[in-house]
């Protein structure tokens, strides 16, 4: 499990299973659902924050894969 991520929502610390296995080596950022409507980025993955039960994503502007 991937467990460094700072949820945007409520900035605690949050992990989930799932990583691309070039995740680290492109940039990426965080980014709150509303965002993530209004601009979708390229590629993304959704994380459900422990803390405060919100959904956001990982967003990555090219291929981390």
Known sequence: MYK???????SNM?????????GMRA???????ERTEEEPGAHRIEVHCEQCSEQFFVVWDRDPR
């Not at 949050?14 to 070039?22: A, E, L, N, V």
């Not at 940039?27 to 659902?33: C, G, M, Y």
């Open 4 to 10: 460094e991520l700072r949820c945007p929502y409520c």
């Open 27 to 33: 940039p990426f950022f965080n980014q709150t659902r």
């Open 14 to 22: 949050t992990g989930f299973d799932s990583w691309p296995s070039y």
